[in-house]
Nanobody
Framework: QVQLVESGGGSVQAGGSLRLSCAAS????????MGWFRQAPGKEREGVAY????????SYADSVQGRFTITRDRAKNTVYLQMNSLQIEDTAMYYC??????????????WGKGTLVTISS
């Protein structure tokens, strides 16, 4: 079955770094826009970063601009989110998703189950 599986989450101190991975099974990421989303308890899910199907265009939420970097490796069928200078406010469940357009959450067709990122002081 088509499935996206996130990994790399964990608990780190503020100022630290994590790299999240999202591996696809059952299909290839190549034709799709890929995105990372996050949702904190009691908060709405928000888009964090997007990368186009060609891999040359990226966009980021203002809150993570300059700290997070999204990349994709088509050979490994994997998308990554490098997170640096992590802050308490970054604590959330992080989800990867794929869609035919980078038009936001509603444009995503497939979703992973999430990986938890917890930032402590």
């Amino acid at each position: 079955q088509v499935q996206l599986v996130e990994s790399g989450g964990g608990s780190v101190q503020a100022g630290g770094s994590l790299r999240l991975s999202c591996a696809a099974s059952g299909y290839s990421f190549s034709p799709y826009c890929m995105g990372w989303f996050r949702q904190a308890p009691g908060k709405e899910r928000e888009g964090v970063a997007y990368i186009s199907r060609g891999g040359l265009s990226t966009s980021y939420a203002d809150s993570v601009q300059g700290r997070f970097t999204i990349t994709r490796d088509r050979a490994k069928n994997t998308v990554y989110l490098q997170m640096n200078s992590l802050q308490i406010e970054d604590t959330a469940m992080y989800y990867c998703a794929s869609g035919r357009t980078c038009s936001g959450e509603l444009g995503m067709d497939y979703w992973g189950k999430g990986t938890l990122v917890t930032i402590s002081s």
